[in-house]
Structure formats: C-alpha cells, structure tokens
C-alpha cells in the first residue's frame, strides 16, 4: 500500500504572500510546477498559488448579471464572488490571488484517498503536512501519475 510519504516531492519550493506574481510565476514556469505552497514567516502554510490563479488575471472583468423586479436589481451571482474573481484579476502579490486555507493531506494518507481527493476537488497540487502542521513535501498530480506507472500490475487468471 503507498502512502503520500512514498510519492511526495521534498525538495519543496514556496512562496510568502508578498511575492509578486510575476514572480510566482516565473516559478511555477521555470519548474514546471502546478502549484506552489505559501507560507507566512513562521512557515505555516496560509495558502496555494497555482496555475490557474495566475490564468485568472487574463480574463476580463465578470459583468454582474441582473434582473429587474419591482424596479428593483436583483444580482444573480453573489457579490463576494465577483469580488474575489476581481481580486485576482488586478493581484500584484501572492497573497491577492491565492487560494486560502488549502486542502492538505498528511504523509500516512493513501495515495487512492489522496487522487479521489485531487479528482473529486478539481486539486493538482496538495502540500504535506506533518502532525504538527508543518510543512513537509508536496503531492502533485504527476506524483500519482508515476505511481501508478510503478506499481505492479495484477492478474487474476
């Protein structure tokens, strides 16, 4: 049975808040990663920038669709939503583009549980945590992919 710790990346790269996305970027280019954890200085994971974050910033500005009623405008999308997606658009930093409080996984976790987690989630990268909330590797999608290539096949003739 493989577990994350049998998978998972240990040479870990991250990124604080304040690191500008350009530089995020230049990162996750640069090595090919899906995602990078955030950490704050005490080096407590705060958060996840990802690819797609950063994809976020090319796209125009949502235009809020309405419906009148009773002369009044009645939005159909919820304000904080278009809120955040404006958020990440205009980000100079990390911090305004992230994804907060990230899913997790701890280095036990087995690796089925980890990919139903990353495919039911739509999740590609997920930092390792130990015990005590440390940061300790990173389980991406490709992590999987290469276990599965490992693993021996069965056969039940």
Same mark, same amino acid.
């Given at each position: 049975?493989?577990? *994350? ?8 790269? =991250? *990124?604080? /808040? @304040? &690191?500008? %996305? ?13 995602? $990078? /954890?955030? #950490?704050? @200085?005490? +080096?407590? *994971?705060? +958060? ?6 950063? !994809? ?9 669709? $309405? ?24 980000? %100079? ?9 990230? !899913? ?6 087995? %690796?089925? &549980? *980890?990919?139903? $987690? ?6 590609? &990268?997920? /930092?390792? $945590? @130990?015990?005590? +909330?440390?940061?300790? +590797? %990173? ?7 290469? =276990?599965?290539?490992?693993? /021996? #096949?069965? &056969? @039940?003739?």
């Amino acid at each position: 049975m493989l577990t *994350v710790k049998d998978i998972m990346s240990t040479n870990i790269v =991250s *990124v604080k /808040p @304040d &690191t500008e %996305i350009i530089e995020a970027a230049k990162i996750l280019l640069e090595n090919r990663f899906n995602g $990078l /954890p955030v #950490v704050d @200085d005490s +080096g407590k *994971v705060v +958060g996840i920038i990802c690819q797609s974050d950063l !994809v976020a910033q090319q796209k125009s500005l949502p235009i809020p669709t $309405l419906f009148t009623f009773l002369d009044g405008f009645i939005p159909l999308t919820s304000f904080k939503k278009m809120e955040r997606e404006i958020q990440k658009i205009a980000a %100079i930093t990390v911090a305004d583009a992230m994804t907060k409080n990230p !899913v997790t996984v701890k280095p036990d976790n087995r %690796i089925e &549980t *980890v990919a139903a $987690l990353m495919a039911d989630n739509k999740l590609y &990268t997920l /930092p390792v $945590l @130990d015990d005590a +909330g440390r940061l300790m +590797g %990173i389980v991406g999608k490709e992590d999987l992919l290469k =276990s599965f290539i490992k693993r /021996p #096949v069965s &056969t @039940d003739e």
